[in-house]
């Protein structure tokens, strides 16, 4: 399958500082990435959408200042988690459309545990 | 209000059995199923898909059922093997102009005990 690669796996941060996450498309086009967010014992909540080239679309009750998402090439990605809290602490996870494959599948990155304390 | 619903938190079969993960959906727009294994700490892997034309989908081990009219999905896994021990979450999509978002379930976590 396509292999999406997602980075860093774990992060720990400050309060009040900025995280930023990438993924990357390792061996496709990545026309539309999603990122979601996952809280313990509960299903993936997906954040916004992103398309290359154009702005995300964010999810209701995303916040777009706090979340930032670039989709700046068809190969990545980030999200910037901006002036972090505690709150914020969660797993984050990334996924991937591939443009050959059709806009059906997504795959997925590995995750990210970030820890904001 | 959950579109898809994975009504049974956990599942626990013997090893060599058959599996049998079950899946709800309300939207009737919803043209296209699939079911990710996801392991602690990691992202979801894609398994199997189905479109609403078909009733069945095979791959090696893993077979997924449609039934439209119930609205109704399961996956089978035959036969388990302890290494398919994850939680396994049921997705939906429906086309929403260029871009098809995915509609998640709660998952179910699958314990196959050797």
């Known amino acids: 399958g396509a292999v999406v690669s997602q980075h860093p796996s774990r992060v720990i941060c400050k309060s009040g500082t900025s995280v930023k996450i990438e993924c990357r498309s390792l061996d496709f086009q990545a026309t539309t990435m999603f990122w979601y967010r996952q809280f313990p014992k509960k299903s993936l909540m997906l954040m916004a959408t992103s398309n290359e080239g154009s702005k995300a679309t964010y999810e209701q009750g995303v916040e777009k200042d706090k979340f930032l998402i670039n989709h700046a090439s068809l190969t990545l990605s980030t999200l910037t988690v901006t002036s972090a809290h505690p709150e914020d602490s969660s797993f984050y996870i990334c996924?991937?459309?591939?443009?050959?494959?059709?806009?059906?599948?997504?795959?997925f990155g590995q995750g990210t545990r970030l820890t904001v304390v | 209000d959950q579109q898809v619903k994975q009504n049974s938190p956990s599942l626990s079969v013997q090893e060599g059995r058959i599996s049998i993960l079950n899946c709800d959906y309300t939207?009737?727009?919803?043209?296209?199923f699939l079911w990710y294994k996801k392991y602690p700490a990691e992202g979801p892997t894609f398994l199997i898909s189905i479109s609403s034309i078909k009733d069945k989908n095979e791959d090696g081990r893993f077979t997924v059922f449609l039934n439209k009219s119930a609205k109704h999905l399961s996956l089978h896994i035959v036969p388990s093997q302890p290494g398919d021990s994850a939680v396994y979450f049921c997705?939906?999509?429906?086309?929403?102009?260029?871009?098809?978002?995915?509609?998640w379930g709660l998952g179910t976590s699958l314990a196959v005990n050797p």
């Open positions: 997705a939906a999509s429906a086309k929403a102009g260029n871009n098809r978002k995915l509609i």
């Open positions: 939207n009737s727009m919803f043209d296209y």
């Open positions: 996924s991937a459309r591939d443009r050959v494959r059709g806009n059906t599948e997504a795959f």
